[in-house]
T-cell receptor, first 114, second 111 residues
Framework: KAGVTQTPRYLIKTRGQQVTLSCSPI?????VSWYQQTPGQGLQFLFE???????NKGNFPGRFSGRQFSNSRSEMNVSTLELGDSALYLC?????????????FGEGSWLTVV | LAKTTQPISMDSYEGQEVNITCSHN???????ITWYQQFPSQGPRFIIQ???TKVTNEVASLFIPADRKSSTLSLPRVSLSDTAVYYC????????????FGGGTRLMVKP
C-alpha cells in the first residue's frame, strides 16, 4: 500500500508570492491533516480535513488555507509568502481521525522563501 | 491533549537496548500513547501505539504502567541508523487529528 505522497518535495518562492502544496493520503484514509515544522517552533498543527470539511484549525493566520477533494486528496495554500514561512510542511493521513487511529506522515514539502 | 515530558537527548552505543521514558501525568481515560521517529528532513515515522500494559512489534516495545502516567519506548539492539528524534504523543485524536508535538528526544547512537 502506498504511503502519504506529497508534492512538490522542494520549492523556492519569493516573498509576496503564493504557493500550493499537494497531498495524496493513504488509500482509504479520509482524514488529512497538515503540519508546519521549523527549527524554532517545532511541529505545529495547521488544520485537518475529513470528508471535504475542515474539522479543526491551528493557530495560524488566514494566509494559510486548505481544502480537500472528494477523493480525499488535499491541498494547502499559503498566500503572500513571508520569509518566516520557510519550513517543512507535512501532510498526515488516518482512516477517520478518531480515537486510536494511527496517523501516518508524508515526507514533506520543503518550502524556502527568499 | 495531555502534555508530555521526555528527555531532550540520549546517547547510546550500537547493540545496546535503549529505553526512552515519557511522562504524561494528565493522560485522559480514552487517550492512546503513540511514538514517532523522525530523521532530518523527513516526516515522522510511526513506531508504535498502545493504551495499556505492553505492546510489541517488529521494531520496538512500549511499556505502559497501570496508572498510565508514563510510558517507555524500548528499542532493542540499536544501530547507527536509529539515530533520530523520537516523539511521544498522547491523545485521543478526536475529530481533528490535532497532534501536539513536544520537543522530542534526540537519540545519538555511537559506534
Amino acid at each position: 500500500k502506498a504511503g502519504v505522497t506529497q508534492t512538490p518535495r522542494y520549492l523556492i518562492k519569493t516573498r509576496g508570492q503564493q504557493v500550493t502544496l499537494s497531498c495524496s493520503p493513504i488509500s482509504g484514509h479520509r482524514s488529512v491533516s497538515w503540519y508546519q515544522q521549523t527549527p524554532g517552533q517545532g511541529l505545529q498543527f495547521l488544520f485537518e480535513y475529513f470528508s471535504e470539511t475542515q474539522r479543526n484549525k491551528g493557530n495560524f493566520p488566514g494566509r494559510f488555507s486548505g481544502r480537500q477533494f472528494s477523493n480525499s486528496r488535499s491541498e494547502m495554500n499559503v498566500s503572500t509568502l513571508e520569509l518566516g514561512d520557510s519550513a517543512l510542511y507535512l501532510c498526515a493521513s488516518s482512516p477517520t481521525g478518531g480515537s486510536g487511529n494511527t496517523i501516518y506522515f508524508g515526507e514533506g514539502s520543503w518550502l524556502t522563501v527568499v | 491533549l495531555a502534555k508530555t515530558t521526555q528527555p531532550i537527548s540520549m546517547d547510546s552505543y550500537e547493540g545496546q537496548e535503549v529505553n526512552i521514558t515519557c511522562s504524561h501525568n494528565n493522560i485522559a481515560t480514552n487517550d492512546y500513547i503513540t511514538w514517532y521517529q523522525q530523521f532530518p528532513s523527513q516526516g515522522p515515522r510511526f513506531i508504535i501505539q498502545g493504551y495499556k500494559t505492553k505492546v510489541t512489534n517488529e521494531v520496538a516495545s512500549l511499556f505502559i504502567p497501570a496508572d498510565r502516567k508514563s510510558s517507555t519506548l524500548s528499542l532493542p539492539r540499536v544501530s547507527l541508523s536509529d539515530t533520530a528524534v523520537y516523539y511521544c504523543l498522547v491523545g485521543a485524536y478526536n475529530a481533528g487529528n490535532m497532534l501536539t508535538f513536544g520537543g522530542g528526544t534526540r537519540l545519538m547512537v555511537k559506534p
